[in-house]
């Protein structure tokens, strides 16, 4: 199985890199970005890319497109470790909506949605969808989700994506009115399904909470906790994702 993890920043894809066997690493350039392979500690047939995409969801969107697409020509990988991805996840630090998501706890999205996609009139908000436009939300495989909450003990719900880190009680409640199912946001899942669902892939996106959604106080984030929990889920993420079958896409 051949899976491409998405991260923001650096320290995200180290601290998933941290639950892999070290010497495993090898790195591969594909335009704009760098993959680092690695494999399982306990081994099994896994193959992991990790990808420090950038932050926000196109930076998201156009890395995990390229990597994508240079999996599906097929250029540089070797014969034991080529060919398309059977899965794409999104994963990094988030905020959590409270009291659901605690920080340092983990959230699994069985929603992917882009919360601020969409225009302002003067009955509120109304998203892209609703103008006759694309998507505003991608669905990972039930059975995957279950899976793989079931081994990492994360909660599940909507994650949202938003292109403006929320700073204010007022914005909270106002995204948690328009989607109660919401247990986090962050800035790049719906990026990263876009460009998997453009290649008919699967897409999970797993946050590590760091700080509550709210108002701002950059001062009490978590990273710490949040990148250690983030190592922690990814530890046991292997052994699910080998038993899940990828053509299963039964909901
Ligand atoms: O402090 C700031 O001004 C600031 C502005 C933009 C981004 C950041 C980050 O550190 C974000 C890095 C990364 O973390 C995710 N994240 C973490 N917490 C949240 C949140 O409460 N709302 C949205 N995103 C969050 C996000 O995916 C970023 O990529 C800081």
């Known amino acids: 199985m051949r899976v491409l993890v998405a991260t923001a920043v650096l320290v995200e894809r180290d601290a998933v890199a941290a639950a892999f066997a070290p010497s495993t690493a090898r790195e591969y350039a594909i335009p704009g970005a760098t993959l680092s392979r ?9 193959v992991f890319d990790l990808l420090a995409a950038g932050v926000g ?17 097929d250029e540089q990988s070797d014969e034991q470790s080529s060919g398309p991805y059977d899965l794409v ?32 009139t003067p009955a509120g908000f109304v998203p892209v969808t609703e103008l006759g436009f694309g998507a505003v939300t991608h669905r990972p495989p039930e059975s995957l989700v279950r899976a793989v909450a079931a ?5 599940t719900g909507a994650v949202l994506t938003v ?14 009115r328009r989607h109660p199912r919401a247990l986090a946001e962050a800035m790049e899942g719906f990026g990263v ?5 453009a290649h008919g892939v699967p897409v999970l996106e ?11 106080d950059r001062a009490a984030w978590r990273i710490g906790d949040a990148l250690a929990a983030l190592t922690g889920a990814f530890g046991k993420l292997a052994p699910a994702l080998e038993s899940w079958n990828p053509h299963d896409r039964t909901q």
């Open 38 to 46: 690695v494999a399982p500690p306990q081994g099994g047939p896994a």
């Open 151 to 155: 081994v990492t003990g994360a909660r």
């Open 206 to 216: 797993l946050r590590a909470v760091s700080n509550p959604v709210g108002p701002r």
């Open 57 to 73: 969801p196109a930076a998201a969107a156009a890395a995990t497109a390229a990597a994508l697409t240079a999996a599906a020509l």
């Open 89 to 120: 996840v999104s994963a990094g630090i988030g905020g959590g909506f409270q009291p659901e998501a605690p920080v340092g706890s983990l959230v699994l999205a069985d929603e992917i949605t882009a919360a601020d996609l969409g225009a302002e």
């Open 193 to 197: 399904a876009e460009a998997a669902a």
């Open 163 to 176: 292109n403006t880190v929320t700073g204010s009680a007022a914005r909270a409640a106002e995204l948690r």
